[in-house]
């Protein structure tokens, strides 16, 4: 590595949080960041599903951090996996077996699915946290939806039954938008598509859909995917996943090559390599001033942290608390090398939003939680990842192209991510070599 001076931070994850501390010290000439991403891009994961359904391309959510931090010299960007790290010495080890150390360590490493040890979970279902998520769904509908329009007989093996496990904004966003692939947008391209056989269901063990929203809510997304045809099933949970079917806890087996797995996520791999003891959910717990406890210069951040939330316990896992815990680890570590102190994290609650088809969505908007359902949530929750998008340092042309092709052309896709020849996942093996 170059000969550096001033303050070394070294941040690990370069997603909404790692960004939003980055760029919170990139411009302060006693500071030195190096960022450490597995990827060498952000993912903007709120986008994830629309690339799964064919609605964007992957490279429309993901942003080169060699574009975010243009310019920015006093930043170095190391692409590699972080595999330990020790916070006494503020230093993680690489998949390389190179060591980085600074002067302070951010973890902002973000999560990963939670199987809750299912089985079959892990080698069968597929999860949506990550861009190699979104194309692996939208690879696999394509494969169905190509085997079951030339052998309308797979139906009957679940070629076009899609099972959804987790009823909170992940796993409404991509009912809903599934839905619309398969009822409207396909049989375009596919007009013998026996479209009639699809199912699409929703597996939740609670009792409502989209648990932190109003009861007002609940019913809405309730309503929205009954009128899009996806049977939802509350109260019940998937207890077991296989190649080609899954099985429900009330004992019902339902063929499938698609599970979509949105039940749940729980820290990166990293919280539980670093020494450190974890609270709920595998994360690290962390002061009001988001540093772990013991180790002062050492803060978590994002998605990997439990961000203290008064009475309430912990903040949600949301871009804009990642982003915002980020910005404020920067202000803290600055505050520390301007002799002013530390201030405890506080986070402006934008609300929380969920899309759930062309037309129809919930925003409750702001700490009092307005509530709005349809065009107007619709137009929050743009406005809310805009600015999202915006502080992330992100180009908003493909997210304003998106928008506008979603809300006037919303039967329009690429034929470039229809086209089930890009598809690179192995073919899928039917009973009988069908
Ligand atoms: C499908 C989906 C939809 C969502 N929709 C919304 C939404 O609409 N609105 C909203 O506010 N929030 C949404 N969220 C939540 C939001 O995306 C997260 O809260 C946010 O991404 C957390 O930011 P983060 O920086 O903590 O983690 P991430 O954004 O996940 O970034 C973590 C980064 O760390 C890197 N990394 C991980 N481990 C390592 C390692 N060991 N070494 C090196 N690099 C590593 C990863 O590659 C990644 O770049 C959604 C999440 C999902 C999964």
């Given at each position: 590595m170059q000969e550096r001076s001033g303050t070394e931070v070294v941040i690990v994850g370069g997603g909404f949080a790692g960004v939003g501390c980055g760029k919170g010290l990139a411009d302060d000439d006693r500071v030195r960041v190096t960022l450490v991403d597995q990827n060498g891009y952000h993912q903007f994961q709120p986008l994830l599903y629309q690339v799964a359904t064919a609605e964007l391309a992957g490279r429309d959510m993901t942003f080169d951090h060699t574009d975010v931090f243009n310019g920015q010299d006093r930043v170095t960007l190391v692409r590699a996996e972080a595999v330990a790290a020790d916070l006494d010495q503020r230093s993680v080890t690489l998949a390389d077996g190179t060591t980085l150390s600074g002067d302070y360590l951010v973890l902002a490493a973000g999560a990963q699915p939670n199987f809750?040890?299912?089985?079959g979970a892990r080698e069968y279902a597929f999860p949506l946290y990550s861009l190699t998520d979104a194309r692996r769904v939208r690879e696999r509908v394509l494969q169905l939806v190509a085997d079951a329009s030339a052998k309308p007989e797979l139906i009957d093996e679940g070629a076009l039954t899609f099972v959804i496990v987790g009823g909170g904004a992940t796993g409404v966003e991509i009912a809903g938008a599934l839905s619309e692939l398969i009822h409207d947008v396909l049989p375009h391209r596919y007009p013998q598509l026996a479209v009639a056989g699809a199912r699409i269901i929703l597996v939740d063990v609670g009792r409502a859909l989209l648990a932190p929203f109003s009861d007002e809510s609940h019913e809405y997304a309730a309503k929205q995917l009954h009128r899009r045809g996806v049977d939802v099933r509350l109260g019940n949970a998937v207890t077991e996943v296989a190649r080609d079917h899954v099985t429900l806890r009330d004992g019902t087996t339902i063929p499938t090559h698609l599970v979509i797995w949105g039940g749940g996520e729980m820290a990166a791999e990293i919280a539980g390599n670093a020494g450190v003891g974890q609270g709920r959910g595998g994360r690290i717990d962390v002061r009001p001033d988001l540093s772990v406890p013991g180790h002062p210069r050492v803060f978590a951040i994002g998605d990997v942290a439990n961000i203290p939330f008064g009475d309430q316990g912990a903040l949600p896992q949301l871009g804009s608390v990642a982003q915002q815990s980020g910005a404020w680890a920067a202000r803290n570590i600055l505050g520390d090398l301007d002799g002013n102190g530390r201030e405890s994290f506080h986070y402006r609650d934008k609300g929380i939003m969920a899309m759930i088809g062309r037309k129809a969505a919930v925003a409750e908007i702001g700490p009092h939680r307005h509530e709005l359902h349809g065009r107007l949530a619709f137009a929050a929750w743009l406005g809310v990842h805009a600015e999202l998008l915006a502080n992330a340092g992100a180009e908003l042309k493909a997210f304003v192209a998106w928008a506008e092709e979603f809300y006037f052309r919303p039967h329009h896709r690429s034929a470039e991510l229809l086209d089930p020849a890009q598809v690179e996942l192995p073919r899928i093996h039917w009973q009988d070599g069908k």
């Open positions: 809750f040890h299912t089985p």
